[in-house]
């Protein structure tokens, strides 16, 4: 399955991370560096340390529980 298609398709996704859900929407591309701003320090560290032709997907989040 490619995840990225279907959320672009669908224009949002739910996630869930350590017991959380997220309702995610908004799907867009962004380059490397608008991820490295939005990312935390260790996350930071291992982005800039890989090489990423394909770019990142930036998700807005609404936390539902």
């Known amino acids: ?7 672009r398709a669908a224009g949002q996704c739910t996630i869930r991370w350590k ?3 997220y309702v995610c929407s908004n799907p867009t ?3 490397t560096d ?3 701003a939005s990312a935390r320090r260790m996350t930071r560290r291992m982005l800039q340390r890989r090489s ?10 609404r936390r539902l529980n």
Do not use: E, S
């Open 19 to 21: 017991g959380d859900t």
């Open 52 to 61: 990423h032709p394909h770019g990142f997907i930036q998700l807005d989040r």
């Open 29 to 31: 591309f962004v380059g």
């Open 34 to 36: 608008v991820a490295l």
């Open 1 to 7: 399955t490619d995840w990225v298609r279907n959320v």
